[in-house]
Structures are given as structure tokens and as C-alpha cells.
């Protein structure tokens, strides 16, 4: 009996220190490079560098438009790359937004690897590129992006898109079994950092989302003070999500 339980320990004890090693596989999913020039995946495009304030240079796409009352920086989730977000330039720019896309650290051919504190550096590097009025929309992981940027400066409008309480919450709703809390070290406390910030937000999320739990979603919205869209049976990757017509209305509506 006692050496089933130490067995059972060790196993446990192993499973932990694994996760604890390599848990920032478990949160960030990039895609490589190369991807295309900015021209040549929209009309009018123009490459951008940022450059970060550990000294990394990232890649990005910038779509100006000269009477654009704002420009949208988009906070990209924890997967894929710049070249999945294009479908949500479309729809801003045709309702007359310019956009600035990019990727992470390590995300879309760019160096470094992706944690907490590095995309923080990316994102006050995107927002050193904008000259004018800014909105910040975030989706999942870009959402905690986007609220911390918040409380560094604050923009015109900001939109959530299925933005979780904390990644502890999240993860901890998806391994109960596990002491997330406990072993993150990657915070992205963002219902303590909407609370902090006082700009028109609008948080969307999707009622059948198996990502982020939708209550989490409606809690960050109520510390915020954001008005609320709930987009009926939408789980987390559904194209009425990423750049469907109530997203694009949403962010109009802070611009």
C-alpha cells in the first residue's frame, strides 16, 4: 500500500514539474513566417517594424487610411499569426478604420519567445508606431495584452473579445486537477486591470465558447463597465467572432 502511494506521488510530483517546465508551450501557439508583404495581402498596405524596448524588431502590417478617426491595434489571441486577422482589417477598414496588425515575440518569423512581460514590450512598441487616436481590440490572450496597455495609456475605446478573468481562471477551469495558480508564471490578471482603467469598452463574447468560459467573459465586462454583446451558439474560433458584422460594430462604436 505505501508503495502505490509513493508511486502514485512520484507520478503526480513528475507530472507537475513537467507542466511547470514546459508551460508556456500550453499557453502560446504561434505560427511561423514567412508571411507576404503588407501590399500584397491588402491594397494600400505598408510594412511597419516595431521595435521593442529589450531591443527586439518585430514585423507588422499598417493599412492608413488619411481620414481614419482612430486606428485599430489589434491584440492578436495565444495562436496562428498575422495573416489570420486580415478578414478583420477588411471589415474596419471598410467602415473606414486604419489598422495596424502584427505579431508577437516568436509569433510570424519574428525572434524571441512569448511571455508576459515580453508582449507587454510589443505591445507599447505598436502603440509607439501610432501618431493620433488609438482603439485596442483584443481577443483571448490579446484581450489581457490590451488591458494591461491600458493601464500604461489609455486609448479612444477598447474591445474585448473573449477575455478571461485571469489565466490562472482559465487554465484552472480547464486542469482542475492541476494547482495553476500555483505554477503560472504568467499572470494576465485582467479583471484587476480592467477595473483600473476608465475608457468606453465593449466586450463581446460567444454563449457556446469552450475556450474562456462565457462567465468569465461577463465579469470582466461588468468590471470594466463595458457594454456587453453576446453573440448566440459562438464558440471561440467561429468567423462571427473574428470579424463578423457585431465585431466590427463594435469596435466602430468606441471609435
Do not use: C
Request: glycine share 10%; no cysteine; aromatic share 8%.
Amino acid at each position: 500500500m505505501r508503495r502505490a502511494v509513493l508511486i502514485a506521488l512520484a507520478v503526480v510530483v513528475t507530472i507537475v514539474a513537467v507542466v511547470f517546465t514546459f508551460q508556456r508551450k500550453f499557453v502560446y501557439f504561434p505560427s511561423p513566417g514567412p508571411l507576404p508583404a503588407a501590399d500584397e495581402v491588402l491594397p494600400g498596405g505598408r510594412d511597419v517594424r516595431l521595435v521593442t524596448a529589450d531591443g527586439l524588431v518585430l514585423g507588422g502590417w499598417h493599412f492608413e487610411l488619411p481620414e481614419a478617426p482612430a486606428t485599430v491595434i489589434v491584440f492578436p489571441g495565444n495562436a496562428g499569426n498575422r495573416s489570420g486577422r486580415v478578414s478583420l482589417a477588411q471589415g474596419l477598414i471598410a467602415r473606414g478604420l486604419s489598422v495596424l496588425l502584427f505579431d508577437y515575440r516568436g509569433y510570424g518569423g519574428n525572434p524571441g519567445k512569448p511571455a508576459e512581460e515580453g508582449l507587454t514590450f510589443d505591445a507599447r512598441a505598436a502603440l509607439d508606431l501610432i501618431d493620433g487616436p488609438v482603439v485596442y481590440f483584443g481577443e483571448s490572450l490579446g484581450a489581457a495584452v490590451a488591458a494591461e496597455l491600458a493601464t500604461f495609456r489609455a486609448p479612444k475605446g477598447m474591445v474585448l473579445r473573449s477575455p478571461f478573468t485571469s489565466l490562472a481562471a482559465a487554465g484552472s477551469h480547464h486542469f482542475p486537477w492541476l494547482p495553476v495558480k500555483m505554477l503560472l508564471q504568467d499572470k494576465y490578471p485582467v479583471l484587476e486591470r480592467v477595473s483600473a482603467v476608465d475608457v468606453p469598452t465593449v466586450v463581446l463574447l460567444g454563449s457556446a465558447d469552450s475556450v474562456v468560459p462565457p462567465a468569465q467573459s461577463r465579469e470582466v465586462a461588468t468590471a470594466a463597465r463595458a457594454r456587453l454583446v453576446e453573440i448566440g451558439g459562438a464558440d471561440h474560433n467561429d468567423a462571427v467572432l473574428n470579424s463578423g458584422p457585431q465585431v466590427i460594430d463594435a469596435v466602430v462604436s468606441v471609435s
